[in-house]
């Protein structure tokens, strides 16, 4: 590793399992202090505790419970963070759920599944962005730093036409990033989206169990294969790096070139 971000404090969610996990490992390996958040409060014990057994930047690591979609839960993280000087300057909004079996077509759609992926995905983003950038206000600089959120190719097109809940979650997503961008940009604060395309993390395994379903999917990728969590963690260095710093309000496809069709 090349120690990119020596000096920054990084926030991520979701950080017990799939993307979220893999980018806090890649985060630490490239100098940063990293906050492993999810709601899962053992997953995350037993991610944290195995850094000990690795030595893998085990000091520079810490777990908090936080559910994004509670704003108290939100807050209270990032209070307990400020107050042990650990108030992040780099955060990836990367929690969220998929409901697999229960999204559905708009006709066909429960609306406690419609709820329930809004709430976690689009208002647990929000309420991640609205106290990361109150932290980076607040901080000695007086702003600055890198918000990173997860979008989906199913936010920006057609992708995702039986899962209606999820893909208008993403959709929000993307245009919460990019108001918030131009809202703080003076701030020095910078917010930009990356977009996966389908990656095999815990989060998809009911779909990936289905080989069928699996090998429709991945017949649309150009490239031929599908994404892994590894596969990300490179942009969101970037992002959350200085080599980014004019960047901000932009959206990144990390998608095996879905995005070219």
Do not use: C
Request: charged fraction near 20%; hydrophobic fraction near 45%; charge should be negative.
């Amino acid at each position: 590793m090349n120690d990119r971000l020596t000096g920054k404090t990084a926030l991520v969610t979701g950080a017990a399992s799939g993307i979220g996990r893999q980018v806090a490992l890649r985060f630490l390996g490239e100098g940063a202090r990293v906050v492993f958040a999810d709601r899962d409060e053992a997953a995350l014990a037993t991610v944290v505790a195995g850094l000990g057994d690795s030595g893998d930047g085990a000091g520079a690591a810490r777990a908090v419970v936080m559910d994004i979609s509670d704003e108290a839960s939100v807050e209270a993280a990032m209070a307990l963070l400020a107050a042990d000087g650990w108030s992040p300057n780099v955060v990836v909004a990367n929690a969220g759920v998929q409901l697999f079996g229960h999204d559905a077509r708009a006709g066909d759609l429960d609306l406690e599944v419609w709820r329930r992926t809004i709430d976690i995905n689009l208002t647990g983003t929000f309420l991640t962005v609205k106290h990361a950038v109150r932290a980076m206000l607040a901080s000695d600089g007086g702003g600055g730093g890198s918000i990173i959120l997860t979008g989906s190719p199913t936010g920006v097109r057609g992708e995702g036409d039986v899962f209606t809940a999820y893909s208008a979650s993403k959709a929000g997503i993307h245009g919460l990033g990019r108001t918030v961008a131009a809202a703080y940009a003076r701030d020095g604060i910078r917010v930009n989206t990356v977009i996966p395309a389908y990656t095999e993390t815990p989060l998809v395994s009911t779909l990936t169990g289905d080989d069928e379903a699996r090998a429709s999917i991945v017949s649309r990728i150009p490239m031929g294969r599908a994404g892994s969590a590894a596969d990300v963690e490179g942009i969101m260095v970037f992002l959350a790096s200085d080599e980014s710093a004019f960047a901000t309000g932009a959206a990144f496809a990390v998608d095996g070139g879905m995005s070219s069709l």
